[in-house]
């Protein structure tokens, strides 16, 4: 059965830092993995998905992620953190058949500090 | 720009009072999605049609009912809404096929009185 843990509910980190959100899954077979952003009162927006065409994908706002099958992760990061940043993400998996729902991860605040 | 609307963006309905929230896709996807979201939680699916086939979750209270009358258009009723229906209601739509994305809509914000 496929499920995704997100380590760290919260992450503060200072403007012009590294931004680093964590993401681990568990799936029997290849995954489809997605980091979305959610901004207050507002919906999800893709950032980037894993299409298992290369383990670097690159996404929107200077963010990317490495898929490791290895270590069953697609950890975010972003070189340097903007102040605009500051939101909720979630890193999501696709259950790869029929209407490919997803299993989403609990979510990780980021907080970027001036 | 194709996308994904929901209206209103706040509802506010009185305690057991039935309330209604819309939905509209540009997007002709085959796939529309309702999930209820609570103060910084993750999205919970309640139930998805993939064209016209309904698909509840197996823990979405009966009070929760969705129409699809077409393929732009779903709809999320709650016949009698309690306190702890209150939370951000977002629909989302997808294509059917592999490593497709959900585009979500801005999402609705219930308030129950």
């Known amino acids: 059965a496929q499920s995704v843990t997100q380590l760290g509910s919260h992450v503060s980190v200072s403007e012009g830092a590294l931004v680093l959100l964590r993401c681990n899954y568990s799936?029997?077979?290849?995954?489809?993995l997605f980091w979305y952003v959610q901004y207050p009162n507002q919906g999800l927006q893709l950032l980037l998905k894993y299409t298992s065409a290369a383990t670097l994908v690159k996404g929107i706002n200077g963010f990317e992620a490495e898929f490791k099958k290895s270590e069953t992760s697609f950890h975010l990061t972003k070189p340097s953190a903007h102040m605009s940043d500051a939101a909720e993400y979630f890193c999501?998996?696709?259950?790869?058949?029929?209407?490919?729902?997803?299993?989403f991860g609990t979510g990780t605040r980021l907080k970027v500090l001036a | 720009d194709a996308m994904v609307i929901q209206n209103p963006r706040y509802q506010v309905t009185q305690f057991g009072k039935p309330v209604t929230l819309s939905c509209s896709q540009t997007l002709n996807h085959n796939v529309m999605y309702w999930y209820q979201q609570k103060s910084s939680q993750a999205p919970k699916l309640l139930f998805h049609y993939y064209d016209k086939d309904f698909n509840n979750e197996a823990d979405t209270p009966d009070n929760f009912q969705s129409r699809r009358p077409n393929t732009s258009f779903c709809f999320l009723d709650i016949r009698s809404p309690g306190l702890g229906d209150a939370a951000m209601y977002l629909c989302?739509?997808?294509?059917?096929?592999?490593?497709?994305?959900?585009?979500f809509g801005p999402g609705t914000r219930l308030t129950v009185t």
């Open positions: 799936s029997s077979v290849p995954p489809y």
């Open positions: 989302a739509t997808s294509r059917v096929r592999q490593r497709s994305e959900q585009y």
């Open positions: 999501a998996v696709s259950l790869g058949s029929g209407t490919y729902k997803y299993i």
